[in-house]
């Protein structure tokens, strides 16, 4: 039987057009950590399964990652995050290094998920960590990285917005203010964490099995309802909470930066319970047809315990490729990857030719121009449709003529210039192909 | 117990020099591809087990590949090379588009090596193949396509050679000349595999347990004794073999077109079994100290037959970072990667100038500026040593007279020259700093 042309499932082949979308992705991802000074790291595509059972929760090793026993007993899992390796790695460096530590990734990971729009088994992920920055500092930096990435799209407000929470906050009210044990604490945290997700007939089932009571009620329904950082200011001096100096010097920070109109308070943010220690926060999609998270993040206290190292603060946040082309695609903010690029298409009409064409490409090429080549005889009339589909900007021609004369014909695709130079006038060949 | 930091066994962590010198690596990569108009693709990580069994030979399966169960009851593996996937991306689409079909891909690979010098379990692989091209030609071009790369990174035929054979005719002599059935045939191109990898001791018992006549022992030791495409046209005429046309014509134009001299012929070149139908090649290290193959790749006729589609002609080779890494460094042929690159280092010296810093790295970066900045003041003495770690060309600083006057000084870290300006002179700034 014919083995299956098909990929497997959950993950994709990236045919030239796919695959020249994702380079674009990925360069400007690129382009904006090095804006920001951020240095690129990678690490293995497999790590040990300890080390993700330490930091991940048992939702992700019991039901997502890829683990298998290597032929040496290793317990091994494919990466399906890159906080527990970057972490694992900072570890290793973090006492001999100046401070702040600015690292990013662009990495393949995979996870075993039920495929459907914008989440795939295997997806990229640009990651982006501060690690050792001056209080509430490391929040700010990252958050611009995060928006300058979308702005350098062309994406701007109009386009995306990012929910802040802090976890601090949410403890306070989840401990303090509903007296909640940790247990129940958790429980509830994961009730918000799903609040949006679910109708709000299913929020209220699955908060009324909480058994809380009515003056908790109140102040859970209350905390649900706040929606803006002047909301969340009122609720928490109406309940005596006046520990949130971090959270207001960043919003003012944010402000003072122009960034504020990219800003919103939303309570329902908590992200996964594993890391986070401060402040948390997702990138959403403002179009009517897409509003899903593109990106999640937050502060993180003491990532480098499991390794038995001092605590180091760190921020970071991790965004997918699959989320983010489908952002790019409904705001129209894509570029036509349909054809590639080349500088010039270098044909020959007569088989003699074939040597004086292909040295021709090889002179272009030492001077960095991107050229490609009919390989046999190519009938004129198929020249320029095949240029076309190639990207070319200029087509060379060596009939008998330019065969006999040592010379050759260029054509500019786009002003249908044509010229004929002699092979031996490589400057001025070059300065027309420029 | 603490987790361990290390990275799994045969793997690498990449800090960032690492990193920069790997991205170094892939530029390199990208450009050439480019320069032939080769079309980047990839494909999954993870692919079924059966396409690997159908075309890479049992060896992999059993010994060499990362393979388990998927939760749906999938026998997959991580991709231990490209040239299945490329083949199953291939049938998929081979009926539709123009030949020929050029494509590049850099992809993580993992086996299951014992890890030494040169080996890892992972490393990343720069894979090119031409399918359908015109007879000979595909040849022609991929081996130009890998003497570009290693031109680009500054290796000429002083460091590097590329050793030649063609199945064909190793067949003629296994099948014709020595009249060895099928099962002899394999045996001994396992044995010339081997052959300079192994004593001259253990190479003779190898052929001396084939049970060779004398006249078989004969041919095949004047074989092994060939070492220039002169000798073996004798040796072939000697033994009236007249088909060696596409290797004299392929011997030809690599001469006409000046890339004789990075040509060997290297009668011990076979290549693995499984795809190889034509010539055959891999590109050796001249350098005494790394002899050893950094590339390996040749013609296949049939790789699409597993999926049931009709034949299609192809040539590639794979090239892996890390033997490229080790031929770069014992050449002298890198950049130095220790200290990252930046346009400018924001400090301040005085906390209230924070924001006014962060403004200004801000509004270079909109012009893409690389800016990386202090998040809190920092002692003037400590300026131009962090400045010179973060590889900063101009450096920024704010003390209370800035502050005062809303202006800016810089300093060219490379002409120490120095200068002050208003922060409304955004013209002027940036001229300086260009």
Redesign the interface.
């Known amino acids: 039987m ?4 098909r ?3 959950g ?6 057009e796919l ?2 979308g ?2 674009f992705l990925f360069k400007k991802m690129r ?1 904006t950590a ?4 951020y ?10 399964v ?2 993700y059972r ?1 930091k991940s929760g048992e939702e992700l090793i019991n039901d997502q990652i ?1 683990s ?1 026993v ?3 007993e ?1 317990h ?1 899992a ?1 990466r399906p995050e890159m906080t527990p390796t970057v972490a ?2 900072v ?3 973090h006492r001999e290094v ?1 401070k ?1 530590i ?2 990013f990734a662009i990495a ?1 990971l ?1 996870r ?1 998920e039920r495929p459907q729009k914008g989440r795939l088994r ?1 997806h990229w992920q640009f990651n982006c960590d501060i690690f050792g ?2 209080e509430g ?2 929040e ?2 990252i958050l ?1 990285v995060a928006i ?1 990435l979308f702005n350098n799209f062309g994406a701007n407000e109009n386009h995306f917005e990012i929910r802040l929470n802090d976890r601090r906050i949410v403890d306070f009210i989840f401990k303090k203010l509903l007296k909640l044990n940790a247990e129940a604490s958790l429980k509830l945290y994961k009730i918000v964490d799903r609040a949006k997700k679910v109708s709000p007939e299913a929020l209220d089932k699955m908060i009324s099995d909480m058994g809380l009571s009515s003056d908790q009620n109140t102040i859970f329904e209350d905390y649900l309802k706040v929606d803006s950082f002047g909301d969340l200011m009122s609720f928490l001096s109406a309940h005596d909470y006046h520990e949130h100096d971090t959270l207001t010097s960043f919003v003012n ?1 944010m402000d ?3 960034y504020l109109p990219y800003l919103k308070f939303d309570p329902t943010i908590v992200r996964g319970l594993d890391y986070y220690t401060g402040m948390v926060f997702e990138i959403f999609d403002k179009h009517p047809e897409n509003r899903r998270a593109l990106c999640g993040g937050g502060a993180f206290a003491d990532l480098l315990k ?3 190292e001092d605590p180091l603060p760190g921020v970071g946040f991790g965004l997918g490729d699959v989320t983010l082309m489908d952002f790019l695609k409904v705001h129209d903010l894509l570029p036509n990857f349909a054809r ?1 690029k ?1 500088d010039l298409f270098v044909s020959f009409q007569t088989a003699d030719a074939k ?1 004086l064409a ?2 021709l490409a ?1 002179d272009l ?1 030492a001077l ?6 009919t ?2 005889p190519l009938k004129f009339k198929k020249v320029f449709p ?1 240029a076309e ?2 990207g070319a900007r200029f087509v060379a021609l060596f009939g008998d003529k330019e065969l006999e004369e040592n010379s050759v014909q260029f054509k500019n695709m786009q002003t249908k210039e044509q010229k004929e130079f002699s092979l031996g006038d490589m400057d001025k060949i070059v300065e027309f192909l420029r």
């Open positions: 014919a083995l299956s042309k990929p497997y499932k993950t994709r082949d990236f045919f030239p695959k020249r994702q380079d382009e090095h804006l920001f000074g240095e690129p790291y990678d690490g293995p595509l497999l790590e040990e300890d080390l330490a890829y298998f290597d032929r040496g290793r091994v494919i694992r790695m570890a290793q460096i100046a702040p600015r690292w393949n995979m075993y295997e920055a001056p500092q490391g700010v930096e611009q300058s920070q003072e930066m122009g499991i390794f038995d590639p080349n040597i292909l040295k090889k090429r960095k121009l991107n050229v490609i080549t390989l046999e095949t589909k190639k």
